[in-house]
C-alpha cells in the first residue's frame, strides 16, 4: 500500500507538467480552421473527380457519334451494292469427307432427280 500514495503523487506532477505545455492541433491551427482547410481540400477533390467525368462523358459521346456514322457509311456501302443472287437448287445435296459414301448420295439424289412428280 505504500505505492498508492506514490501513484498519486505522480499523477499530480503529470498534470502540472502537461498543463504547462498546451495542446494544439497541428502547430497552432484551431479546430474550425483546420476543418475548413479539409472542406476546402474535399471540394477541390470534387471538383476535379466531376471535371474527368464529364471528359470521359465527353469522349464516350465523341465515340458514339463516329460508331454511327461508320454504320451509316456501311449501310450506304451495302445499297450502293447490287444483290447477288445465287440460282436456287431444288435440294442441298449433302457432302462427306468418305468418297464411297459421295458416290452413293449422287447415285441417290440423282434417282430423285430423274423423277417426274406424277400429276392427279
Known amino acids: ?4 500514495n506514490q501513484r498519486n503523487i505522480d499523477r499530480q506532477r503529470n498534470l502540472k507538467r502537461n498543463s504547462k505545455k498546451k495542446k494544439t492541433n497541428d502547430n497552432g491551427v ?11 481540400i474535399m471540394r477541390k477533390k470534387q471538383q ?5 467525368k464529364e471528359q470521359e462523358k465527353g469522349q464516350e459521346k465523341e465515340q458514339e457519334k463516329e460508331q454511327e456514322q461508320e454504320q451509316e457509311k456501311e449501310k450506304e456501302k451495302e445499297k450502293e451494292k447490287p ?3 445465287k440460282p436456287k437448287s431444288k435440294q442441298q445435296k449433302p457432302k462427306s469427307k468418305n468418297p ?5 448420295l449422287k447415285a441417290t439424289f440423282a434417282f430423285f432427280d430423274n423423277q417426274k412428280p406424277k400429276k392427279k
Do not use: I, P, V
Request: proline share 0%; net charge positive.
Open 1 to 4: 500500500m505504500t505505492r498508492g
Open 30 to 40: 484551431s479546430l474550425s480552421n483546420q476543418r475548413e482547410k479539409q472542406a476546402e
Open 48 to 52: 476535379e473527380s466531376l471535371a474527368k
Open 83 to 85: 444483290k447477288q443472287t
Open 100 to 104: 464411297k459414301q459421295n458416290q452413293a
